[in-house]
């Protein structure tokens, strides 16, 4: 049976639907109106009439679409309400990636918060999560199996510079997606003291200058290109690409390279093995088991609904611990990029 809050927001095909306000949450396929919780592909499309995100989100999109993305666009700040028709908006931080948020909906004395994709633990490239009262939580799901218990990314940092300093002729070849992880990681090395140039794949160039024009301070980056005689430079290097280059001659262009991913799926050993992974790096932006629990509990709403990833097991979760949950079964959401 539909409860109440369905009146203010549901899924349908396009994505999250609000009938007072007449517009989409992450729409996957073009609308009219959408709000975007982040830059991600999976969530922010191009095609959309109008379209209402963080300042950095819509300079993000604009980076990897161009700026005719959207007939229209408005920047939304942290905390600003916003009205649309009945209906008030409010954008939180999701502490996912640079510009990521949580939308508050609220309308008739309701609120609904969908939380797109979010992290509670600290970063240094992004503003940190907020948590948010409402009545209906929308939550991710990505890992949500009690098996995903993410250690902490300075730990997984620690193994890196260990190894580099073990295989100092071997160029570190670091799997990382182009939008929050990449900037991550070398935050990241900067933070535990690594002040050495790393290298990266053109592909995140664009990403890693727009991050710095933002204050993210990353260091000296050059780009990961061999010329002809130059391969040894890169001995003992740490080299940045998507994960889409390592099936590439670009990663047999390093000297001995030793292939690692930054991603939560790395506690997976198969996955790992399956990409020829010798360093996997358990670094994850999204929430894992412990915190999508400890995140609902300090919300403690009424509902809460379970959007894309391992659905079935935190709704379970939340029956046994007496809280109304559903899945939303929607589709067009992927979790391969973390």
Not at 22 to 50: C, K, M, N, Q
């Amino acid at each position: 049976m539909a409860s109440r809050f369905e009146d203010l927001l549901h899924p349908r095909p396009e994505g999250l639907y609000c009938p007072p306000g007449d517009f989409y949450i992450d729409p996957v396929r073009p609308v009219e109106r959408a709000l975007i919780t982040h830059g991600h592909a999976d969530h922010a499309r191009p095609g959309h009439s109008h379209v209402m995100a963080t300042g950095q989100t819509l300079d993000i999109m604009a980076i990897r679409y161009g700026a005719d993305h959207a007939r229209t666009t408005q920047p939304a700040e942290y905390g600003e309400i916003i009205d649309i028709g009945d209906v008030s908006v409010r954008f939180h931080p999701a502490g996912h990636v640079l510009g990521s948020a949580q939308i508050a909906v609220e309308w008739q004395g309701m609120r609904i918060v969908a939380s797109g994709d979010y992290k509670p633990r600290p970063d240094p490239t992004c503003a940190a999560f907020e948590p948010v009262d409402c009545d209906v939580f929308i939550t991710e799901a990505t890992f949500a199996l009690p098996v995903f218990r993410h250690p902490e990314a300075a730990s997984e940092i620690a193994r890196l510079l260990a190894s580099l300093r073990r295989n100092p002729d071997r160029a570190h070849m670091i799997g990382a997606y182009s939008l929050g992880k990449a900037q991550r990681v070398i935050r990241l090395l900067r933070d535990a003291g690594y002040s050495e140039p790393i290298y990266i794949h053109g592909a995140l160039e664009k990403l890693c200058t727009y991050y710095q024009s933002e204050g993210i301070d990353l260091g000296e980056l050059k780009p990961a290109t061999v010329a002809n005689g130059e391969k040894g430079q890169f001995a003992g290097a740490v080299v940045l690409g998507p994960p889409s280059a390592f099936g590439e001659a670009w990663v047999r262009r390093f000297p001995d390279p030793l292939i690692s991913f930054a991603s939560g799926w790395m506690s997976i050993r198969q996955r790992a093995r399956q990409r020829g992974v010798e360093l996997p790096l358990i670094i994850s932006d999204h929430a894992d088991w412990d915190e999508l629990i400890e995140t609902i509990e300090r919300i403690s709403p009424q509902e809460v609904w379970v959007t894309h990833g391992r659905e079935e097991a935190l709704v379970r979760w939340c029956a046994m611990n007496d809280i109304l949950a559903r899945p939303l079964h929607m589709v067009g959401y992927e979790d391969e990029a973390d």
